[in-house]
């Protein structure tokens, strides 16, 4: 099973950027996907998860009323749009995908290889 996300990059405070994460999974639509994301010297951390049927939305306390999960079913991918972003933002953003609907690391049933998400004040 692979999850390919991409879309990280430079953008400076205020900015926005777009990940996706695009999924080998046959059943993509019963995992919820989320993202999460370590910044340097940090533990990864839990930013945004939905659920399978596209219904529920969980957000991080950080990063709520600025950034928004969806997914695309047909497609299967997800997506993360981060606007209004802070130089604490910066971070390795990671997706994952979930049987049930646990945002815990630990609980996540698989991960792709992160994409660098740098946001310069």
């Known amino acids: 099973v692979q999850l390919q996300a991409s879309g990280g990059g430079l953008a400076q405070a205020g900015g926005s950027l777009t990940l996706s994460c695009t999924s080998s999974l046959h059943t993509f639509g019963v995992y919820s996907m989320a993202w999460f994301r370590r910044a340097p010297g940090e533990d990864r951390k839990f930013v945004a998860q939905?659920?399978?049927?596209?219904?529920?939305?969980t957000y991080s306390d950080s990063v709520k009323g600025r950034f928004t999960i969806t997914r695309d079913n047909a497609k299967n991918t997800v997506y993360l749009q981060m606007n209004s972003l802070k130089p604490e933002d910066t971070a390795v953003y990671y997706c994952?995908?979930?049987?049930?609907?646990?945002?815990?690391?630990?609980?996540?049933?698989?991960w792709g290889q992160g994409t660098l998400v740098t946001v310069s004040s």
């Open positions: 939905i659920a399978g049927g596209g219904g529920g939305t």
């Open positions: 994952a995908a979930n049987r049930g609907r646990s945002t815990n690391c630990k609980s996540q049933n698989y």
